[in-house]
Structures are given as C-alpha cells and as structure tokens.
DNA sequence: ACGGTTCGTACA
DNA sequence: TTGTACGAA
C-alpha cells in the first residue's frame, strides 16, 4: 500500500518524461519506412497473430489498442505493420529496447537528479538547474525565458495551448502535412498573448517562474533526445512526482504539459479516481465501491482521520495528502535498474508438466539472466547478489485449492552453470512445498528467475581479486578492471571482498549445512563459509592466524548507543568464529564483505606484492570531518555499504 | 485459461 | 529478511 513521505517545504520542480510509444519509435528508427505509418509491435506471432505491446498514433486512430491480438489489430486496420519483438532462446528479448533507454537516460540525466522510472520514463528533479536559471538571468533575458516557457501546454489557462518547438518536432517525426502545421502555428501565436500574461502578470509566483525554468530545461532535454537518438518524448512539470506524472501523458504525442499551483484544485476535483498512480487497482476499486468516491474530489469531503480508520493510518494520510495534490516523494538518484529479471509464460496446451522440460526452459532463461547481469558487472560494476525463481502452478487434482507456487531465493553466484544449478535447486524445493505431502501431477504456467539486491562494486575489489585470482586468469570476474572508477570518498576507507566471483569458491549448495529444513542453500552462512574458506586457501592469507588478523572485531550495530559502544568495541576484539558466522539478522547474511583498512594487520600488508601494498597504503586517507553521519568505525556491515550520500 | 514481460513498493 | 500481494507500463 501507498505511503505518505514527508514533504519538502521549499517547493521543487520535478518532471516525468515519458517516451511516446516507445517500442514502435525504436522499430521505426532501426526501418524508417515505418515512420509515419500505422505500426504496432507484437511478440508471439503464432498465435492469433501475437500480442501488441505498443501502437503508434497513427494506428491508435484506427481503434488500435494495446492489449489486442495481431489479428484484430489488423481487422480494424488492415494497413498496419506488425513489427516482432526480436527472440533469443526461444523467448522475448528485449535487449535492444532496454539499450535504447539508456541512451535516452544517458541524455535525460545532464541536467539534475535522474531516476529511472521504467525501462521508457524517467523522474528528473530540476529544483536547482530553474533555480539556477532564474537567478542568473539578466531581466531582459526572464522576458525570452518567459516566452519559451510559452511553448509548454499550462494547465489552468483558459484553453490549451500548443506548443511552437514541439510544433517542430511533430513536423519532424510524423510528416504532419503543410496546413496542419500552419493552423497549429496560428493556434499557437493566437494564445501565446494569454500565456505571456499569466506568466509575467505582476503576482507572478516565484513558484510558476521556477515551473518555467523548468519547463525550458525540459524542453530542451527533449529536442536533445530527439536529436541524438530521434525519438520523441512527452513530459509532465510540476511541484511534485505525483502531479508531474500525471499530466505527462496529458498531451501526447511529443509535447509537454505545466502544473502551476493555482491549477492542482480544479485539476484534481474532477479528475477520475482511478487515474491517480496507485489508485488504478484494488485499491481505487475499494474507494469507489465502499466510500463512493469516484473523482479525486470526491476525497476531500472525507477527513483523514476517517480515511485512516478504513485504510491504515499510512494509506488514509496518503490519501488524504494526494486529495490535495501533496506529495513528498522524492527523485531517487539512479539511471540503473535495481534487478533483472527474465521469464516466460507457458499458456493452457504450452504448460509444462515434467522435470526435464522445466528444466529446458530453466536454462534458457539463466543463460540470459546470467548474461545480462555479467554485462551490468562489465559496465556498471555492479554485483547482483540474489537469485529469485518465481512459477506459477497448477495441480492436475481433484476439488483444488487455490495454491501459489512459493517464490525461492538464495545467494546469487556467477556463472551460467552455477545459476542453473541453483535456479533448478530452488524450483524443486519450491515444488516440494507446493506438492506438500500429496503425490499428485503438475504443471507449471510460468517461470521465471531474477538477479536482485545489486550494488556498485566499491574501490579496492578489483585489485585484490585480481591478486587473488591471478593475473593471467581469464575466468570473467576476474578480469574486472576497475581501474578507470571515480574514486568515491564517500564509501570510506574499507576493502570489500566480494566471494562467488572466484572459481575457488564453492558455496552454498555444495556444503549442505544444516541451516534449514530443505536444501535450498541459505543466504547467512554460505557466504561467511565460503569467503573464510576461500580467504584460507589463498596464497596470501593461507594461515588461519592471518585471517583472524583481518578480521579483527566485531560488527556493532551502525549508530549504537554511545556509552557503551567504547567497551562492546573492547569485548569483541577478538571475533569467534562460530558467533561471526552464525550471528544474529544484522550481521552475518550477506556473501559481501566489508573491512575496514585500518583494521588490515600491517604484517599481512608486507606480505603482499609492492603494488597491491601501494594501493592499500593509497586507500587509508586521513579521517573526513564533512559528514555529521558516523559511518560503523570497524568491519561494518556485511550486507550493502550504505547507500551513496552525496 | 494469463495480453506477456519487467519492474517497483509495502507489509507481514 | 524473505515471501507475498499489488500496481504500473
């Protein structure tokens, strides 16, 4: 269920830009003859003429929707181009629309906070760069600012108004004919004057004139973007996500639309429930049927203490928040996905009803899986370190019981091989819990696995694994080089060993501990077991001493109390074993591992190579003033170093 | 017996 | 913390 999150008082300029059907402007691009033609993408054409996941505009006005069948779409408007989705082993692949995002990310991200938001949306926070703007302009430049600005639909004005640049845009990418174009023009300077005196009107906010700036910014990303990569996109400006996202589709194709505050009130009062994000479910069904509210203004007669009586207290203050168009939620700063995931359904006469086949499919997906997360290490760095299998089931029985197959995961290791081994392994302990004691038949209408629980690989891993490994392996973690990364002051002087990426290690599956009732490998020990065994058989810390002398105290929680931090310090000088390995949920139960370089026993440090010594010497830098946050002064956490905080 | 596929969040 | 349910695109 929804949250509230506390607001920012200062006021922001958030956009939502979306890219207009996507997957058909990515097929258009690759064959322009597409362009300008009714053209829909499809996947699956074997049956009734596969599924359409995108439509261009100039389909929609057919009548073609998504969520037909090639066949209909074709019945309504036998002109149009059914594009594939490309396949690889058998199952969609999205690859090329997913490197197409990041081209478009890689340009929406130049100008402030980035969040992306799908594989075709991003939130931008563009509270500094308007700010920015606006600060530094000389009066006779606000007046061309102003009139930019123009150029973006503003909610609230007495009629809509088009948009000159987008005007070019709409031209460029869809041929629009000669007298469209020259009534749009005239739409255009017709209301221009109306614009012109909302916006430089004596009480102008301080507000709108940021909304302003920020519509500029916008819609120069957007002629940015479609320069470079020829794809048109709309996008939403306002004071929060909420209200941003909601209007980004408002004109659609290729233009963009403002929210002033003056507008949220009457926007909101009449506006269909169900088209709030979030409301578009149960939820908003619950609204509708049990309170009968049907508009967003509907909500506003109710208090927020009645709201929270029927939905929780964290659902009723969001509701009551949203009514009036608050909403604190903030631009989160990442271009990336936070987990890959790949799957496949397998419909009535397809379902899949023995081992082996599950099996089949089961590789197909790792192989992929593992492909995409070995490229997301070789670019980004990054460390997937959960592996998820997900099915949907059915048993072939009598009188059934709606059963869910249980999701599994367990630690993620490296390797196509290894990740089929293990997805298999948790699919059967899946099943096991699903089958429960009957004997019964099966099948399996969907599976799919996924890599989660990703984060950058911090400074200093590359090195000391590459020493670990060898310098004239080949196997792929190794060859990591991260040579070329920023360093980022911010994750502090710590060395991190991330296990699973060495061929020597042998976790998990392998070691059948006793830590569960089934023998799906368990995330807190396998890793602690294996990086110690590991660390044992290297060159370097062959002896158990020596590993003892690296980890060196104990893991206090992050901000304990501080009278007695000095002496819990002091008691857990020395780490047991058994209590480091099996501690409690906050410590032990990760496969990443996090030590503080000052706590490196310098005679280790001698035995390494001069130019391993000279890098570990290069990370121990004076203690940082900056950040009132006090990072955990030992090995800290075992699980993610704590998040980026700047 | 699901539009298919991928993602994200809140909650127990 | 894991598994689940829900929502969105």
Redesign the pocket.
């Known amino acids: 269920?929804?949250?509230a999150?506390p607001e920012p008082q200062e006021p922001r300029v958030i956009a939502h830009v979306?890219m207009d059907c996507?997957y058909v402007q990515v097929e258009q691009r690759r064959n322009p003859e597409l362009r300008g033609q009714p053209t829909a993408v499809v996947?699956?054409n074997d049956w009734k003429g596969g599924?359409?996941?995108a439509v261009s505009y100039e389909a929609r006005k057919f009548g073609v929707k998504?969520?037909m069948?090639g066949d209909e779409a074709k019945m309504v408007c036998p002109s149009i181009n059914l594009v594939q989705v490309p396949v690889a082993r058998d199952?969609?692949?999205?690859n090329v629309y997913?490197s197409a995002g990041s081209e478009v990310v890689a340009i929406l991200s130049t100008k402030g906070k980035c969040e992306?938001?799908?594989?075709?949306?991003v939130y931008l926070d563009l509270t500094d760069a308007a700010k920015e703007m606006l600060l530094e302009s000389p009066p006779e430049l606000l007046e061309l600012i102003f009139e930019e600005a123009t150029k973006s639909n503003i909610l609230g004005l007495p009629s809509v108004i088009f948009v000159l640049h987008d005007l070019i845009v709409v031209s460029l990418q869809f041929d629009m004919n000669v007298t469209n174009r020259a009534s749009y023009v005239q739409d255009v300077i017709n209301r221009e004057d109306s614009v012109r005196a909302w916006l430089c009107r004596a009480d102008a906010d301080y507000q709108d004139k940021l909304l302003s700036c920020g519509a500029i910014i916008v819609a120069q990303l957007r002629v940015k973007v479609l320069e470079e990569t020829q794809f048109t996109c709309s996008a939403g400006i306002a004071h929060n996500k909420m209200l941003a996202?909601l209007v980004s589709?408002m004109h659609k194709p290729a233009q963009q639309t403002v929210v002033p505050s003056s507008a949220v009130q009457d926007f909101l009062v009449s506006l269909p429930i169900?088209k709030?994000?979030?409301?578009?479910?149960?939820?908003?069904?619950?609204l509708q049927d049990d309170l009968g509210v049907n508009t967003v203004g509907d909500l506003l007669s109710f208090t927020e203490d009645k709201l929270q009586e029927y939905y929780?207290v964290?659902?009723g203050t969001w509701l009551w928040k949203i009514a009036r168009g608050i909403s604190g939620e903030e631009v989160?700063d990442?271009l990336?996905?936070?987990?890959?995931?790949?799957?496949?359904?397998f419909?009535?006469?397809k379902?899949l009803k023995n081992n082996a086949s599950v099996k089949t499919w089961l590789d197909r997906?790792c192989e992929?899986l593992s492909e995409?997360i070995q490229s997301d290490l070789n670019q980004n760095k990054r460390i997937a370190q959960?592996l998820?299998l997900?099915a949907r089931a059915?048993r072939k029985n009598k009188s059934d019981s709606i059963k869910?197959?249980?999701?599994?995961?367990c630690p993620l290791r490296y390797g196509t091989v290894k990740i089929q081994e293990d997805a298999m392994k948790l699919f059967e302990s899946g099943l096991h819990?699903f089958l429960g004691s009957q004997n019964t038949k099966w099948?399996i209408?969907?599976l799919?696995v996924?890599a989660?629980?990703i984060f950058d690989i911090p400074i200093g891993t590359s090195s000391i694994l590459r020493y670990i490994k060898g310098p004239n392996s080949t196997v792929s973690p190794a060859n990591l080089d991260c040579s070329s990364l920023p360093e980022d002051p911010s994750l502090g002087n710590k060395l991190y060993i991330a296990p699973n990426h060495e061929e020597h290690c042998e976790p998990s599956l392998s070691e059948k501990e006793d830590y569960g009732n089934n023998n799906?490998p368990l995330?807190?020990v396998q890793g602690t077991c294996s990086i110690l065994k590991f660390l044992s058989q290297s060159p370097v810390l062959s002896e158990k001493r020596k590993i003892d002398s690296l980890i060196c105290s104990h893991p206090g929680p992050e901000s304990s109390s501080e009278p007695n931090k000095a002496e819990e310090h002091k008691a857990a000088q020395y780490v047991d074993r058994k209590k480091f390995n099996t501690a409690g949920?906050?410590s032990a139960?990760?496969s990443t591992w996090m030590f503080n370089v000052e706590d490196i026993d310098p005679a280790v440090v001698e035995e390494l190579p001069p130019e391993i010594q000279r890098e570990i010497h290069g990370w121990i830098r004076p203690p940082k003033q900056s950040s009132s946050k006090t990072r955990g002064s030992t090995i800290s956490s075992y699980?993610q170093p704590a998040k980026r905080s700047g």
């Open positions: 269920m929804p949250v999150r979306d996507f996947q699956y599924g359409l996941i998504r969520s069948r199952k969609a692949d999205l997913r992306r938001a799908s594989i075709d949306e996202k589709g169900k709030m994000k979030q409301l578009g479910g149960k939820l908003g069904s619950s929780g964290n659902t989160e990442r990336l996905p936070k987990s890959h995931g790949c799957g496949k359904t419909p009535g006469p379902a997906l992929e995409r959960t998820t997900y059915c869910k197959f249980p999701s599994k995961s819990d099948s209408t969907s799919s996924s989660s629980k799906v995330q807190m949920s906050n139960s990760s699980f």
